[in-house]
Nanobody, 129 residues
Framework: QVPLAESGGGSVQAGGSLSLSCAAS????????MGWFRQASGKDREGVAA????????YYVDSVKGRFTISRDNAKNSFELRMDSLKPEDTATYYC????????????????????????WGQGTLVPP
């Protein structure tokens, strides 16, 4: 699998902002969906945001709409999750994921499982506002 490297996690106060970045070397970045999931302690993993490189269409779970922004940087082979107005309930380990197909629905994590060597999940980074 193509390795994904997350960065940007750390301590931030409620109401503050934080950006997470996910870098992937050697990615073609065409026809791929890039997403962010999170998993809080004792809870199931949930989809947060996704962006499809074929159209730059972005998708968000209702709880983060208007506060989080997903974007991609082709020059850096990376994509980012900008998180504003953080709430205590945003505390979780955040995972980046890429799949070589149009974006599955965010509420079906099972549809994001790797189907080939180009699909990958990051190791996770902790966001504790």
């Amino acid at each position: 699998q193509v390795p994904l490297a997350e960065s940007g996690g750390g301590s931030v106060q409620a109401g503050g902002s934080l950006s997470l970045s996910c870098a992937a070397s050697g990615y073609p970045y065409r026809g791929y969906c890039m997403g962010w999931f999170r998993q809080a302690s004792g809870k199931d993993r949930e989809g947060v945001a996704a962006i499809y490189t074929g159209s730059d269409s972005a998708y968000y779970v209702d709880s983060v709409k208007g506060r989080f922004t997903i974007s991609r940087d082709n020059a850096k082979n990376s994509f980012e999750l900008r998180m504003d107005s953080l709430k205590p309930e945003d505390t979780a380990t955040y995972y980046c994921v890429t799949v070589s197909r149009p974006c599955p629905r965010l509420n079906t994590p099972e549809d994001w499982q790797p189907l080939n060597y180009l699909d990958a999940w990051g190791q996770g980074t902790l966001v504790p506002p």
